[in-house]
């Protein structure tokens, strides 16, 4: 299993920034990709980020260059820096995590969410 602590949330004026972590912890051979995704009530979750183990990234269409997403592999972690806030990002965001995990006979891949954070982000 895979247990992931979120941080970072938070209250943050327009314009202002929030920098989101994600650490995995618990039994896995290895953490392949880590993203951040986030939600609004009444709407369908929405790919933010997302970083590979070979540290290739890719970005919803709305974050243009706003967002940073970046990894500490030995520590399996990641981290959202989220510049130039805007009301619109207001949302519960969640870390999700592809680890390869020890299945029945042979090494599968699962995918794994967070309890999300909730940033909001005031005009």
């Known amino acids: 299993q895979v247990h992931l602590v979120e941080s970072g949330g938070g209250l943050v004026q327009s314009g202002g920034s929030l920098r989101l972590s994600c650490s995995a912890s618990?039994?896995?051979?290895?953490?392949?990709?880590m993203g951040w995704y986030r939600q609004v009530a009444g709407k369908e979750r929405e790919l933010v980020a997302f970083i590979a183990s070979d540290t290739s990234t890719g970005y919803g269409d709305f974050v243009k260059g706003r967002f940073t997403i970046s990894r500490n592999i030995a520590e399996n972690t990641a981290y959202l820096l989220m510049d130039s806030l805007k009301p619109e990002d207001t949302a519960v965001y969640y870390c999700?995590?592809?680890?390869?995990?020890?299945?029945?006979?042979?090494?599968?891949?699962?995918?794994?969410w967070g309890q999300g954070t909730q940033v909001t982000v005031s005009s």
């Open positions: 999700k995590v592809a680890a390869q995990i020890m299945g029945l006979l042979e090494p599968v891949e699962r995918d794994y």
């Open positions: 618990g039994t896995f051979l290895s953490i392949n990709a």
